[in-house]
């Protein structure tokens, strides 16, 4: 079972924004840790997208549009992958990951429908 | 242009071996972490296995611990995965991931991967 608790499937218009979550369990408070997030296509490998600590302390991946961007929602204890002007390529899986200790943890995955 | 290319993958018998291998290329190999990280069919992903740039730090997660064993070769540049008494749920995609640093654990994230190698667990 993932640590890290992510919404099986999400689905949003082309244009529209997507906002896929990734809810810490209670003892792992979100404000302390990198949020990673990763895109999977099917029949591909993952692909790094970006890490979102803080505001001040953040990364994009090589490549990737800065129309993806992350946050926290520290009151849900939650990570926060959003893409904003979604397009037919981003039909995708989304897996959020974390170093809780010397394992890192995924989520169980989003699959964002673009309809 | 960074590569990571597995190998090894196979049908392979319950409580048999397995040894996986992945070359890279296109990048400073002994320069960064390597892990292992799998996903079963229709599944997520779950990280197996990470070592440190060089073989000083290595870790395993606890559904593999003791039966399986990471090495990596710098001089071959290539990263390897031994794999003893395999069971059914080991039945997975195999992807070789690289390191966005040296160390293990801190390697952050993983910034390239292979396209995998399949390994299935079966009588």
């Known amino acids: 079972q993932p640590v890290l608790t992510q919404p099986p499937s999400s689905s949003a218009s082309p244009g529209e924004s997507a906002r896929l979550t990734c809810t810490l369990p209670?003892?792992?408070?979100?404000?302390?840790?990198?949020i990673y997030w990763y895109q999977q296509k099917p029949g591909s490998p993952p692909r790094y997208l970006l890490y979102?600590?803080?505001?001040?302390?953040?990364?994009?991946g090589s490549g990737v549009p800065s129309r993806f961007s992350g946050s926290k929602d520290a009151s849900a204890n939650t990570g926060i992958l959003l893409i904003s002007g979604l397009q037919s390529e981003d039909e995708a899986d989304y897996y959020c990951?974390?170093?809780?200790?010397?394992?890192?943890?995924f989520g169980g995955g989003t699959k964002l429908t673009v309809l | 242009e960074v590569q990571l290319v597995e190998s090894g993958g196979g049908l392979v018998q319950p409580g048999r071996s397995l040894r996986l291998s992945c070359a890279a290329s296109?990048?400073?190999?002994?320069?960064?972490?390597m892990h292992w990280v799998r996903q079963a069919p229709g599944k997520g992903l779950e990280w197996v296995s990470g070592?440190?740039?060089?073989?000083?730090?290595?870790g395993y997660a606890d559904s593999v611990k003791g039966r399986f064993t990471i090495s990596r070769d710098n001089a071959k540049n290539s990263l390897y995965l031994q794999m003893n008494s395999l069971r059914a749920e080991d039945t997975a995609l195999y992807y070789c991931?690289?390191?966005?640093?040296?160390?293990?654990?801190?390697?952050?994230?993983?910034?390239?991967w292979g396209q995998g190698t399949l390994v299935t667990v079966s009588s």
């Open positions: 209670s003892d792992i408070n979100v404000g302390s840790y990198n």
């Open positions: 990951m974390i170093w809780p200790s010397n394992a890192p943890r």
């Open positions: 070592i440190s740039w060089n073989s000083g730090s290595i």
């Open positions: 979102y600590y803080s505001d001040s302390d953040k990364g994009q």
């Open positions: 296109g990048f400073t190999f002994d320069d960064y972490a």
């Open positions: 991931a690289k390191g966005y640093s040296s160390g293990y654990p801190d390697t952050y994230y993983f910034d390239y």
